[in-house]
């Protein structure tokens, strides 16, 4: 599980359950177990207004470098 958090103040933004090695490119809407974001149409922002990512129907393009994550992946 991995808490993805806003890259400009810090506030969490998802808990996210990634599964695999690899790059975090993208969120599958199916594994997000909590979520802390604000949506606007398309638009997934941070409370403090930092765009994080777009929806694109069955998961969310994360914009690169609007977001730190910390915590463990899981291997299969």
Known sequence: M???KCATCGEKVFRY????????????K?????????????SIKCKCGNLIGLDEGKWIKLKRK???YTGTKLTN
């Open 30 to 42: 199916s594994r997000i177990v909590r979520d802390y974001s604000i949506k606007e149409g398309k």
């Open 2 to 4: 991995i808490t993805i």
């Open 66 to 68: 609007s977001f730190t």
């Open 17 to 28: 359950q990634k599964i695999g090695k690899g790059r975090l490119w993208h969120c599958w």
